[in-house]
């Protein structure tokens, strides 16, 4: 336990009294659940994500187990044993490394539909509005190769074909954006 002690001396200097500190149990409780909840995290994650981050055996065992398993009772005594574990090593670079996967994750969606939102425009553009906007918004884009894409998707689109102009406009695309960001 993590017990302060603290000195208090006497008016008259003679004794000095040392009273321990116990640590908040609410404050306590609120550290298990984060963990737990951590630990409930990081099971719904791969295998590989799970060996990314680098835990002691016995802890990515029980992570990789609990994964398995149902919502039964095996499974949160199995998720107590690991709050248990996890409480005892240094839990920062834990942390850290899922907040960096799931912002990884949040920023791959958010990639997907703007390269989404830009294929549909273009696809529903008879003019040449919406791709001078996607030039001006990327500079180093082969105009000519999207002007080519986006006729034959809408081509496509008209004749009730299948959609491969437009899945190459957003292979096309997701190669230009990602290169940008």
């Known amino acids: 336990m993590n017990e ?17 500190i116990r640590p908040n149990k609410t404050r306590i409780k609120q550290e298990i659940a984060g963990v737990h909840a951590m630990a409930e995290e990081i099971t719904q994650l791969s295998a590989s994500h799970i060996a990314e981050f680098e835990l002691p055996e016995s802890i990515e065992q029980a992570l990789l187990e609990a994964a398995k398993m149902g919502q ?36 791959a969606v958010r990639e997907h539909h703007q390269i989404e939102r830009w294929r549909n425009v273009l696809v529903a553009d008879t003019g040449t509005q ?23 998707a809408q081509k496509e689109a008209k004749e009730a074909k299948p959609p491969k102009s437009a899945r190459l406009l957003y292979q096309y695309l997701k190669e230009l954006i990602s290169g940008v960001e």
């Open 72 to 107: 039964n009772s095996a499974r949160k005594r199995l998720l107590k044993y690991i709050t248990a574990q996890l409480r005892n090593i240094d839990l920062e670079p834990i942390q850290e490394k899922l907040a960096r996967m799931k912002n990884q994750s949040a920023h």
């Open 130 to 152: 919406q791709l001078t906007k996607l030039i001006s918004e990327f500079p180093n884009a082969d105009t000519q190769h999207i002007r080519q894409l986006q006729r034959n």
């Open 4 to 20: 302060e002690l603290y000195a208090e001396e006497a008016d008259d200097g003679d004794e000095v009294e040392y009273y321990a």
